[in-house]
Structure formats: C-alpha cells, structure tokens
C-alpha cells in the first residue's frame, strides 16, 4: 500500500513540496496553524508567486490526493512527516529562530504513528537532527527521524522538487532510508543521485553549499571594485576566468548581490553556530563574503549620488525591481528594495515597478511609492536603476524610453542590459565593475 504522507508548514518550501510530492501519486495532507493560508490552498491558490505552482496545486487538489488541514489529529494515519517550516534569523542576532521547528516537532511527536517516519527539510543549525530525534524517541519511541535537505530556487521550485539534481538523506539506520527511497522512487528511477549521511554531514550540506554560491557572487562583486579603480571591465573578467572548468562561468555577474530568505540568513546563521561549536576561525571569511555584498548596495547608492547631486532631495529616481531575483515575489533581504528604500531616506522621490513584488513590497515599506504602470515609473525620471533582472526589463527600448525620462542615465545593477544598445540610443549607461570607457 501506498505511503500517506504529512507536509507541516505550508509556506514556500511546504506548499510546494506537498504539490510535487503529491503529483508522484501520493496522498498528502499540509498543516498550517494559519487558518486564512490553509483556506487559501484548499481552494487550489498560493499565496506568493512562483512559476508553475499553482496550476500544479489546483491539479492535485482535483485529484483528491492533496489536502490542507489546521489539526494535527488529521496525519495520525500518515507514515512519512516532513517538517517545512520557517527558520528566520532571530531579530537581536546572526542564529537562526528554531522557535517554528522545535514547536513542530513537540506538536508531531505525541500523535504520530509507532512506525512513522518523522523527516526535516528546512534548514537548520548543525546538530538540530540529533536533538530533535532524541526528543522524538523520548515522547514517541516507536517513530524515527532523519533528514532530507531542500534545494530549492525561487523561480525553479517546482522542477527542482521534481527534477533535483541530487537527494540528500541523513538517515541511522537502513529502515528511514528504505522509507524515503520509496518516497523518491521515481527520481532514483530517473537516475537522480542519492547521497546516504549521517544526521549532522545532512544538515551541513546546505548551509555548505549556500556559503560556497555566497562566496562565488561576493568574488566577483569583490572583482568589480577592484575592476573599477583600476580601469577594468568585471564582465570581461568574469567571461574569462568563467572558461575555467575548476571555476565554471554561472554566478559570475557581478551586480548588486544576493539578498532573499535563504542565502544570507543561512550564512549568518553559519557563523553563529561555528561559533558555538568552537570552530568560529574556520568560518570568519564569511564575515567578509557578507560585507561585500551588503557593500554593493551601498556602491549603487554612490554612483547615484555621484550622477546626480550628493543632495538627492525631490530628485525623481526610477527603480526597475523590487524582487531580491527575477520569476519571483520575495522582498525579503532584497538589494533591489534596500537600496529603493536607503535613496527614499535620501529625500528623492522614488518610483518602483516590478511585475510581480510591488505588492508585498509595498506591505513591507508603504512610505515607498509603487506602480504597475512602467510608464508612470520612468516619467519625468533623472536616473534609470534597473536592480530585479526580469525579462521585460531586457526587452525595453532604450530609443523609446528615453522619450519618457527627464535625463538618460541608467545603472545597470545587474550588468545584464545590452549596454551598447543603450548607449546608442543616447543613454548614460553606469555599471559596477564597468568604467565610463569600457564598451
């Protein structure tokens, strides 16, 4: 018989989860203490953006297979829990809130099935798997957990659930790891490859590979400034050293840098629990890596300043994104927004559009002025910031535009406009890593 399954937490990570796990033929019931989102999904809508999610989840509510419930008293008959919840940075330093996890598992481990297999997925502090399975055995000492990293892209969450290019599992003993191959027996078929570790090598690994693409976005934006003083072109750079297959070209743009709910709350949360471990030496680079990014930031700023007037009072500033990434809806941590935000505190008078994040974006920071209307953000504009890399911003014509702006200058947070397009249309283009000379 097939496995019934339990998502708990139905936020980004739960909800798309529980759909894909869903639509490998499973049935699958979400919980959530959030009355108003759980509502939301059994009526087969997402409460954020991403690609491709919603059309999945309605499909698999129709099926019936996929369910959405307040009341932990509905998984009792389920064999397999995967805990999805959220784990912020706390608000009064770098460690992660492990305040949705624990309360999780304290609500799980009482009602649970003997034989039921309780699995992590969110991202945690090493050594919260062990933790928490002791607790599991000491409440309900017939269930079991182990660990199952996600490696989800916002914008790709879907086929990376469906599609992953590798399985991690932190299992201890043969039993939790039969289970979960039967859960992903259709990625093994499809030749998906699957990591076998034990509970605390599971936790690291995505903290690990999440500081290691942290690194990689601060070194080029690193290289970017030291492109600058010295005359260079980053992009140029970047192309180059990205032909080296030990280096690889991916990640290599260099722009205003990484912000979201993950990357960098989870390098944070790194060092913090380093520092616990004894090991606080081992990790201090980061601090560094977390600097340069939030370093870039303040770069666009001056360029702005620079390009305008050092006093930026009631200059109109139009800024292209709000999104910390394209093909998403997330404000959190978001460069785009920080630096629309640190400009406003300036004095100007800053417009932003973003096809998908005004919304949130405007809950987050109502002082800001959003619009849907691209027009309406470019009019009248002294500078262009394209800072949220989506498509309809590559394919705007700058000859067109520039009939809407009171001066054409643009910077190009993202280097990813067509630059010399731009300046043939009688654009000042500004980038980082790119001199005024550079072509």
Known sequence: MALKISVIGTGY???THAACISSLGFDVIGIDTDPSKVALLQKGKVPF???????LLAKEIATGRLTFSTSFDAIKD???HFICVGTPQ??????????????ALEALAPVIKAGSLVVGKS?????TAARL???????NPGADLAWNPEFLREGFAVDDTLNPNRLVVGVTNDR????LKEVYAK???NGTPWVRADLPTSELVKVAANSFLATKISFINAMAEICEAAGGDVTVLAKAIGYDPRIGSRFLQAGIGFGGGCLPKDIRAFMARAEELGAKQALEFLREVDSINLRARQRVIDLVRKDLSEDLIGKKVAVLGAAFKPDSDDVRDSPALDIAVQIHAAGASVVVHDPKAAGPASKRFPALKFTDDIEECLRDAEIVLHLTEWKMYRELDPGVIKSLVKRAILIDGRNALDRSAWQAAGWRVRALGRTDTNR
């Open 13 to 15: 990570l739960g909800a």
């Open 49 to 55: 953006f991403e690609p491709d999610l919603e059309e």
């Open 78 to 80: 389920a064999d397999v």
């Open 90 to 103: 706390v608000k009064d330093g770098l460690a992660a809130d492990m305040t949705y996890v624990n309360s």
């Open 123 to 127: 991202t945690v502090p090493v050594g």
């Open 133 to 139: 399975r002791a607790r599991l055995l000491e409440v």
């Open 176 to 179: 939790a790891e039969d289970i």
């Open 187 to 189: 990625n093994l078929a």
